[in-house]
């Protein structure tokens, strides 16, 4: 273990955890992941070792074959991950959030029949809430369920679904106007729907079409898609919590988890990108001495493991507020637009340190740089994150009349 990001007062199970997961990091996923990078390949054999370690099911509870840990024990462990292969942390993110959606707000029979194959690695989940023309603004959706019978029936065109080829099991959010008057809020129109679907791409239900991979910058091996919904039938008690009109709240609850998530992967990109940057300076001489020697490097040095340092610091505190049960929608914002902001800037010092070899695909951290800009944009962009701190802000800090 190195100085840098630490986190005090973790139990003994949970040291362990890390310990188990950063040691697989070590061993199982850097030697492959530059490579299966370039090939845009999916790591499946990873993803099997994962199943075994029981990521999947790391804050399922117990009582559905879970590990019931923490948010902040699942954070830590995708920080590791994220220090290994981004990517692989994103395949496990979007099953997380479903799983945690179910938790909070599935009926009984829901949680019964999916947690314990979610916690198993064999139901592996996706969400879905943005579509084509509309960006971070869900309120805006236009994807529909009308209600036929004991059935609804979806319709509409999804975008930049996650792991919407590998997934059997998708929680997509959709306008359901029954029972609300004109005039009705449009969030307070929504439902999240919980589709299941084969694994793969086409046509795979029904009314239900997975057209194939998007191609990415970065961010590759994982599966990003579109999803198309041409009259889906699926039976009313599929909708999350057996009650239409209340999908947005869910799918802001996980958003709210899934950005301490994203504050965890820029942590772990950072970090790696810190690593990489303080060896090679190390290694590298000009004017006959390491490149670590010059004072210009050391200040890049310094500025890079106190940014790493600052980053994690918030991403824990986030995650330790919402394990409290406090509301910690301003703390995620500021974690995620910090870490990702910082990521970002951590690994373009680590490329200049690198000089025209940071240009090279032979080395690790021309992945990283194609990595980091996905941070700044996933689960709400960095300006969604300083509009939604700034309103809480106020909030706080209303002068009181």
Same mark, same amino acid.
């Given at each position: 273990?190195?100085?840098?990001?630490?986190?005090?007062?973790?139990?003994?199970?949970?040291?362990? @955890?890390?310990?188990?997961?950063?040691?697989?990091?070590?061993?199982?996923?850097? !030697?492959?992941?530059?490579?299966?990078?370039?090939?845009?390949?999916?790591?499946?054999?990873?993803?099997?070792?994962?199943?075994?370690?029981?990521?999947?099911?790391?804050?399922? !509870?117990?009582?559905?074959?879970?590990?019931?840990?923490?948010?902040?024990?699942?954070?830590?462990?995708?920080?590791?991950?994220?220090?290994?292969?981004?990517?692989?942390?994103? @395949?496990?993110?979007?099953?997380?959030?479903?799983?945690?959606?179910?938790?909070?707000?599935?009926?009984?029979?829901?949680?019964?029949?999916?947690?314990?194959?979610?916690?198993?690695?064999?139901?592996?989940?996706?969400?879905?809430?943005?579509?084509?023309?509309?960006?971070?603004?869900?309120?805006?959706?236009?994807?529909?369920? $009308?209600?036929?019978?004991?059935?609804?029936?979806?319709?509409?065109?999804?975008?930049?679904?996650?792991?919407?080829?590998?997934?059997?099991?998708?929680?997509?959010?959709?306008?359901?106007?029954?029972?609300? !008057?004109?005039?009705?809020?449009?969030?307070?129109?929504?439902?999240?729907?919980?589709?299941?679907?084969?694994?793969?791409?086409?046509?795979?239900? !029904?009314?239900?079409?997975?057209?194939?991979?998007?191609?990415?910058?970065?961010?590759?091996?994982?599966?990003?898609?579109?999803?198309?919904?041409?009259?889906?039938? @699926?039976?009313?008690?599929? $909708?999350?919590?057996?009650?239409?009109?209340?999908?947005?709240?869910?799918?802001?609850?996980?958003?709210?988890?899934?950005? =301490?998530?994203?504050?965890?992967?820029?942590?772990?990109?950072?970090?790696?990108?810190?690593?990489?940057? $303080?060896?090679?300076?190390?290694?590298?001489?000009?004017?006959?001495?390491? @490149?670590?020697?010059?004072?210009?490097?050391?200040?890049?040095?310094?500025?890079?493991?106190?940014?790493?340092?600052?980053?994690?610091?918030?991403?824990?505190?986030?995650?330790?507020?919402?394990?409290?049960?406090?509301?910690?929608?301003?703390?995620?914002?500021?974690?995620?637009?910090?870490?990702?902001?910082?990521?970002?800037? =951590?690994?373009?010092?680590?490329?200049?340190?690198?000089?025209?070899?940071?240009?090279?695909?032979?080395?690790?951290?021309?992945?990283?740089?194609?990595?980091?800009?996905?941070?700044?944009?996933?689960?709400?962009?960095?300006?969604?994150?300083?509009?939604?701190?700034?309103?809480?802000?106020?909030?706080?800090?209303?002068?009181?009349?």
């Amino acid at each position: 273990m190195t100085r840098l990001a630490q986190t005090e007062g973790l139990t003994d199970i949970q040291r362990e @955890i890390l310990s188990t997961v950063r040691d697989f990091v070590d061993k199982e996923i850097l !030697p492959v992941a530059t490579e299966l990078e370039h090939r845009d390949e999916y790591p499946t054999q990873i993803v099997e070792g994962l199943k075994e370690l029981g990521v999947f099911g790391l804050m399922i !509870p117990e009582e559905y074959g879970g590990l019931g840990e923490s948010l902040l024990t699942y954070a830590l462990t995708v920080e590791e991950i994220a220090r290994g292969w981004m990517s692989v942390s994103g @395949i496990i993110n979007t099953h997380f959030i479903v799983a945690y959606m179910l938790k909070q707000h599935g009926t009984q029979e829901q949680k019964d029949y999916f947690l314990p194959k979610m916690a198993a690695g064999e139901i592996r989940g996706a969400f879905s809430m943005s579509e084509p023309a509309l960006g971070s603004d869900v309120s805006a959706i236009s994807s529909k369920g $009308v209600r036929d019978g004991d059935d609804y029936l979806l319709t509409g065109q999804k975008m930049w679904l996650t792991n919407g080829g590998s997934s059997t099991l998708v929680a997509v959010l959709c306008r359901t106007d029954e029972g609300h !008057p004109e005039g009705t809020a449009p969030h307070k129109s929504m439902t999240t729907f919980l589709v299941e679907k084969e694994a793969g791409f086409g046509q795979v239900r !029904p009314g239900l079409t997975i057209p194939g991979k998007i191609d990415k910058m970065g961010y590759k091996g994982v599966d990003t898609t579109e999803l198309i919904m041409d009259g889906l039938r @699926i039976p009313a008690d599929r $909708v999350l919590g057996g009650q239409s009109g209340r999908g947005f709240y869910h799918m802001m609850d996980g958003v709210e988890v899934g950005r =301490v998530n994203v504050a965890a992967r820029g942590c772990g990109v950072a970090q790696r990108a810190f690593e990489l940057g $303080v060896s090679y300076a190390q290694q590298r001489h000009t004017f006959g001495k390491p @490149i670590a020697q010059h004072q210009a490097i050391q200040f890049k040095l310094a500025e890079m493991a106190t940014k790493v340092e600052a980053a994690h610091a918030m991403m824990v505190n986030a995650a330790r507020k919402k394990d409290s049960g406090q509301r910690n929608d301003l703390e995620a914002g500021m974690a995620k637009y910090l870490a990702s902001e910082y990521c970002k800037e =951590v690994v373009e010092d680590a490329f200049r340190i690198h000089g025209g070899y940071g240009f090279s695909k032979e080395y690790e951290i021309e992945r990283l740089y194609r990595e980091a800009p996905m941070l700044l944009i996933g689960e709400g962009t960095a300006e969604i994150q300083k509009m939604i701190i700034g309103r809480r802000l106020l909030e706080e800090y209303r002068i009181q009349a």
